[in-house]
């Protein structure tokens, strides 16, 4: 099915993905209260005067609620995706969609479409690019993410198991108001005296050895920040725990958010409540503590991982979701 990602750019063109991917670029005339999820561009409806199914991103961006808009009055299919924003849509829009494809059956609950208009597309990791080494020797404790507060780092570091090491990958500066804003700092002064070591943002060329060297991945995750602030949706789905699976490494993550459609207790990692330090800590020492167990939930990660979550599996349930809608895209 030939397929044309149309986006947004400083400058207007078309060119062909080496993955054989058509994609348009077009230049904003402006963006709708200066936020750059909301571009408006006058060649936007030729763009998409051809197809047959508009499937559309973060449906609450002017251009995307645009499309599905266009979509339904010219008598064509519309999806949409929704990759965080949280909410329920607006009105109009359920109205405008043939199916919603959400990144987590969580993501379906929140933005409440009706179940027969749903059909789940997870994300996933390429699994040749993030796979076990056998030859590498796996030690302590991984977290990958945004630095910010509702990621549950600092419930991370006050349940390491006494000499453990845990590494921190990932950017920081994403909290602008105060006390939020400070969260770094809380962090380095929760690791004075413990093994914890903050890398920073890591390169894609880097990323998967952390994967691969790493006993443990954790996903920390919680609902009620360190500052007292509630955050209703702190995990949409969870690709690190994805790629953590797919490297052969076993997961312990909080149970929020589509991270239980994930991390098979038991199986392929631990679940734990949010912000439970203690039970946290008990299922890092056991993973630490026992190597042969820690192998076989990661071994089973491994297998779950390329059978359900990869960008493979990913690609073809879009395509089933876009066949079912084909035949009847003129309504």
Do not use: Q
């Amino acid at each position: 099915m030939p397929c044309e990602l149309v986006t947004f750019g400083p400058r207007p063109h078309r060119r062909l993905d080496r993955s054989g991917l058509r994609v348009r670029e077009l230049r904003p005339l402006l963006h709708l209260g200066g936020h750059p999820a909301h571009p408006i561009a006058r060649g936007l409806a030729g763009a998409l005067a051809d197809a047959d199914v508009i499937h559309v991103h973060h449906p609450r961006s002017a251009p995307s609620f645009g499309a599905a808009l266009l979509a339904h009055l010219g008598g064509r299919a519309a999806v949409a995706t929704d990759h965080g924003a949280g909410g329920a849509p607006t009105s109009l829009l359920p109205r405008a969609l043939d199916l919603f494809l959400p990144v987590s059956r969580h993501s379906a609950w929140l933005l409440g479409f009706p179940p027969a208009r749903v059909r789940v597309i997870w994300g996933g990791a390429d699994p040749t690019r993030f796979r076990p080494d056998p030859t590498l020797v796996r030690r302590g404790i991984l977290f990958v993410g945004r630095i910010t507060p509702h990621k549950g780092i600092d419930v991370l570091i006050r349940a390491l198991p006494p000499g453990s090491t845990l590494l921190v990958a990932g950017t920081t500066g994403h909290d602008r108001r105060l006390p939020e804003r400070g969260y770094p700092s809380v962090l380095r002064r929760l690791a004075a005296g413990r093994d914890v070591r903050f890398l920073g943002p890591v390169t894609e060329a880097e990323l998967p050895e952390l994967y691969r060297r790493a006993a443990v991945v954790v996903l920390p995750s919680v609902h009620r920040t360190c500052f007292g602030r509630t955050v209703r949706v702190p995990e949409l789905l969870g690709l690190a725990a994805i790629e953590g699976m797919a490297s052969g490494t076993p997961v312990v993550c909080s149970r929020v958010g589509g991270l239980p459609e994930v991390v098979e207790h038991g199986g392929t990692g631990f679940l734990v409540e949010p912000g439970d330090v203690e039970a946290l800590r008990d299922r890092l020492r056991r993973l630490l503590g026992e190597p042969r167990t820690a192998a076989r939930m990661g071994a089973e990660a491994r297998a779950v991982a390329v059978e359900r979550f990869t960008w493979g599996a990913c690609a073809e349930r879009c395509l089933a979701a876009y066949e079912e809608l084909r035949p009847n895209a003129v309504r």
